[in-house]
């Protein structure tokens, strides 16, 4: 080897050297100035700030993608369009590599790099640089720039797992509230009165639920609600609140009230706000008084009611008008019947019929009939008796699977 060629590959290995150490440098500084960050955004400030200066640019950004949407720094702030900058994460992922721009004719900007960060094998954000302040970039830029953006993936990774654990924390922290707040909503026990035994229940698929029912007792009187909001979750949970509400305002401002003026005055006063978020409920409306063991009530498209009496045969109660929040008039009509000694009426939500089974078999309405059917064949038998027996009838049947449908229900039987 001649002493030129010696002195070329010496100095060759002093580039690669120097380029390391730049390299290794760069990532010291970027550790250093990141280590104590604990937030997406936080992070993402400072790789803009330091790509500015470890790269001597006039411009860098970073581009994460959130959603539907994006979130973005840039230093200098807004010198380039979000149009832009998405258009050029739109191509590294296309493209599913580093791009490289030059002789851009986007104003402001002679040239650019930029880089994919990946995370669980997809690219999710980029980081770039514009306009090198002592000429094009170079190869070893773009090298590095790739370094620094793994560095940069590996550690908004943890910080985006650590965000999503919070939104969990604090999902479950709200959603924890809503079900206390909703369980608090309901009555704390069942009222007694004299000719009738009553029980009720109610349990939700989710943390909360759109089922809902309510007592309200006088003296003799008793009225109550039975009420199946379309959906579940939180949004059902809201809008149960306000049927409930509704009912209790509006039932205290009529003069003379029947289950079924209540109803329409109801769906009167909820039609337009159901209406805007697309949601109906059906409701089963009931007003008994002990002196008479008369039964008033309306029924807008709620199922399954189910009457029997005493050592009879079982029958449905049809829903005569539709659900609230479906039509401005709810169609409902008033309806009566007597509950003698011994009869049962079984209110329910169809997350009874609906329940579910290993094999996607469904409970159906036939068992129901015999519930009703066994309840009123035997004095004995009380509400409760009914109530605790249906809950155990879908435990034993669903054979563990986990119901996908809040199921609630109000038993009353006719007692001497």
């Given at each position: 080897m001649t002493t030129h060629e010696l002195e070329a590959d010496i100095e060759l290995l002093t580039t690669e050297l120097l380029e390391r150490q730049d390299e290794l440098v760069a990532l010291y500084n970027l550790a250093q100035s990141t280590r104590n960050l604990v937030d997406v955004e936080g992070l993402l400030a400072v790789?803009?700030?330091?790509?500015?200066?470890l790269f001597r640019v006039e411009h860098s950004f970073v581009l994460l993608r959130d959603g539907d949407g994006m979130r973005e720094q840039q230093n200098p702030?807004?010198?380039?369009?979000?149009?832009?900058?998405?258009?050029?994460?739109?191509?590294?992922?296309?493209?599913?590599?580093?791009?490289?721009?030059?002789?851009?004719?986007?104003?402001?900007?002679?040239?650019?790099?930029?880089?994919?960060?990946?995370?669980?094998?997809?690219?999710?954000?980029?980081?770039?640089?514009?306009?090198?302040?002592?000429?094009?970039?170079?190869?070893?830029?773009?090298?590095?720039?790739?370094?620094?953006?793994?560095?940069?993936?590996?550690?908004?990774?943890n910080l985006l797992l650590q965000e999503e654990r919070i939104v969990q924390?604090?999902?479950?922290?709200?959603?924890?509230?809503?079900?206390?707040?909703?369980?608090?909503?309901?009555?704390?026990?069942?009222?007694?009165?004299s000719g009738l035994d009553l029980a009720a229940m109610s349990l939700s698929a989710l943390d909360v639920g759109g089922d809902f029912y309510d007592f309200v007792a006088q003296d003799a009187f008793l009225a109550f609600a039975l009420g199946d909001v379309a959906g579940k979750g939180m949004s059902a949970a809201m809008l149960v609140a306000m049927v409930r509400t509704t009912l209790r305002t509006a039932g205290q401002f009529m003069q003379t009230v029947v289950p079924s003026d209540l109803m329409q005055q109801a769906n009167v006063l909820l039609y337009d706000d159901f209406t805007e978020v697309g949601r109906f409920a059906?409701?089963?409306?009931?007003?008994?008084?002990?002196?008479?063991?008369?039964?008033?009530?309306?029924?807008?498209g709620h199922s399954p009611v189910i009457f029997c009496p005493a050592n009879g045969e079982a029958e449905m109660l049809e829903a005569d008008g539709v659900p609230l929040g479906v039509l401005d008039d709810c169609l409902v009509v008033p309806r009566e019947l007597c509950l003698n000694v011994g009869d049962v009426l079984i209110v329910a939500t169809d997350g009874f019929p609906e329940a579910e089974n290993?094999?996607?078999?469904?409970?159906?309405?036939?068992?129901?009939?015999?519930?009703?059917?066994?309840?009123?064949?035997?004095?004995?038998?009380?509400?409760?008796?009914?109530?605790?027996?249906?809950?155990?009838?879908?435990?034993?049947?669903?054979?563990?699977?986990?119901?996908?449908?809040?199921?609630?229900?109000?038993?009353?039987?006719?007692?001497?």
């Open positions: 790789v803009v700030k330091e790509l500015r200066a702030e807004e010198r380039l369009s979000g149009e832009t900058l998405f258009r050029w994460f739109d191509q590294v992922r296309e493209k599913q590599r580093d791009l490289i721009i030059t002789k851009s004719r986007v104003p402001h900007v002679r040239d650019a790099l930029v880089a994919p960060l990946v995370i669980n094998g997809e690219i999710v954000a980029a980081v770039g640089l514009s306009n090198r302040l002592d000429g094009a970039f170079s190869a070893p830029d773009r090298k590095r720039l790739l370094m620094i953006a793994e560095q940069v993936g590996a550690h908004l990774e924390v604090r999902l479950q922290s709200e959603m924890r509230l809503a079900r206390e707040v909703q369980g608090r909503l309901l009555p704390k026990g069942v009222p007694s009165l059906t409701l089963f409306l009931g007003f008994y008084e002990t002196e008479t063991r008369c039964l008033q009530y309306a029924n807008a290993a094999t996607g078999a469904m409970l159906g309405y036939r068992k129901l009939f015999e519930m009703a059917t066994w309840g009123a064949s035997d004095p004995a038998i009380s509400a409760e008796n009914i109530r605790q027996t249906l809950y155990d009838m879908v435990s034993d049947f669903s054979e563990g699977v986990a119901q996908n449908d809040d199921m609630t229900v109000i038993v009353l039987k006719g007692t001497a």
